[in-house]
């Protein structure tokens, strides 16, 4: 888990490896939690670390579904619109039948499913705008694959900064202090050590 990205040398490199630094935010953010405190929601939002691991899961889904089948639309979803709605909102919600290493299980697989199309795909393919949602511009036909990877990078960095208030909410520990527990690092003077509430 590297708390910054490293060097790149060219485009498809960078968006490599700052959506890979985005993706382990998620991962850091989660160390030494429990399932319950996965699920809470210290904060006035009803936003949990869970919920946010789950919906930067089916983010990232939605949208390299978008690029792998890229210039065409990606198979159309038929279900009543009532039925895929309560599947977003279930997004958001880590429910008392899961458990954070399931949730980040299923992380992990799909960013490796969403690192492999960074490295494969064609960024000038052209992803044709979804019409299913109010929130997609109806006056665009088309992103690039490039456009749809550097939206996802704004995506995972928006929740990523969700999950670190979170987080601080929960217990006081910030990123690089999760960071250096995670990897075994020795503490920094300049930071305030950091200790699991027991």
């Not at 590297?2 to 890979?20: G, H, I, K, M, Q």
């Not at 008392?96 to 960024?123: I, K, M, Y």
């Amino acid at each position: 888990m590297p708390t910054l990205a490293p060097p790149v040398r060219d485009e498809r490199e960078a968006l490599r490896e700052f959506l890979a630094y985005q993706q382990s935010a998620f991962v850091a953010v989660t160390y030494g939690l429990t399932d319950e405190q996965a699920r809470s929601t210290p904060t006035v939002s009803t936003l949990s670390i869970g919920g946010l691991i789950k919906h930067v899961t089916g983010v990232q889904r939605d949208w390299m579904g978008r690029v792998a089948a890229a210039p065409h639309e990606p198979p159309a979803d038929d279900r009543p619109f009532e039925e895929r709605a309560a599947e977003y909102q279930d997004e958001y919600v880590m429910r008392p039948d899961e458990t954070l290493a399931q949730l980040l299980d299923a992380l992990t697989t799909q960013n490796a499913a969403s690192l492999r199309l960074v490295e494969t795909a064609d960024l000038d393919a052209a992803v044709p705008v979804p019409r299913d949602a109010p929130w997609f511009p109806s006056d665009v036909d088309a992103w690039s694959v490039r456009w749809v990877f550097a939206h996802l990078l704004t995506e995972l960095a928006r929740h990523a900064g969700h999950a670190d208030i979170i987080r601080e909410s929960l217990d006081g520990a910030t990123m690089y202090e999760l960071v250096a527990a995670a990897e075994g690092m020795e503490p920094q003077p300049w930071l305030t050590p950091w200790q699991p509430k027991t």
